[in-house]
């Protein structure tokens, strides 16, 4: 009878033990995997940007409306002419200036000898004059010469550093025309070559004031 009882009481005993439920480990393991790579918190990961829909730089403006010219292989006739009527230290002055800019061949369309006789020391007064007959003050782009052309019933009219005037309308493959005292017209070729001094505007004649 006690040899029973004994072995009940090791029985409800094996049983209790096997069905105890040990509580869970509830603490994070904080340790970090021997191969985990280590992060830096204070570290941030720039947005991806399309490349597609990156906007392009834009270029810089020229230093000054005479480096447009220098840094130009079809107006070398032009630099040596503000060359040689001191007027490239004028230009790279604050400004603002708006020039009108004879290519190359515009002088080479002039009658014989008319670039030669300019460019004498003994010239200097009259090439001066030829020259800042093209400057006009002032920041006049294309925008603004339409504009002022609109304002004016279709012509506006320029007054130059020279004293004369130009008179602008609209036309040519440039969109703006250029008619001097002689009733002369140049085409505006490329427009807005923007300095930080001004604008340049190519043109494909050399205008005369007289």
Known sequence: MKTTLLSAAMIAVLATACTRTEPADTAADTT?????????????????????????????????????????????????????????????????????????????????????????????????????????????????????IQAGNGQATLTTVQGATLTAKAGGPGGVTITDAKGNVANVTTADLKAGNGVVHVIDKVVMAN
Do not use: C, W
């Open 32 to 148: 970090p995997a021997a191969d985990a790579p280590a992060v830096d918190p204070m570290a941030s990961t720039p947005p991806a940007t399309d490349p597609a829909t990156t906007a392009p730089a834009t270029p810089a403006p020229a230093a000054d409306v005479t480096a447009i010219a220098v840094g130009s292989a079809d107006h070398s006739t032009l630099v040596s002419a503000l060359q040689a009527a001191g007027l490239v230290e004028t230009l790279q002055g604050a400004g603002p200036f708006t020039v009108f800019a004879p290519t190359n061949a515009a002088f080479t369309a002039l009658p014989a000898g008319t670039v030669d006789g300019l460019l004498k020391p003994e010239a200097k007064a009259d090439l001066t004059k030829v020259l800042t007959y093209h400057v006009v003050p002032g920041n006049l782009d294309a925008a603004e010469l339409t504009r002022q």
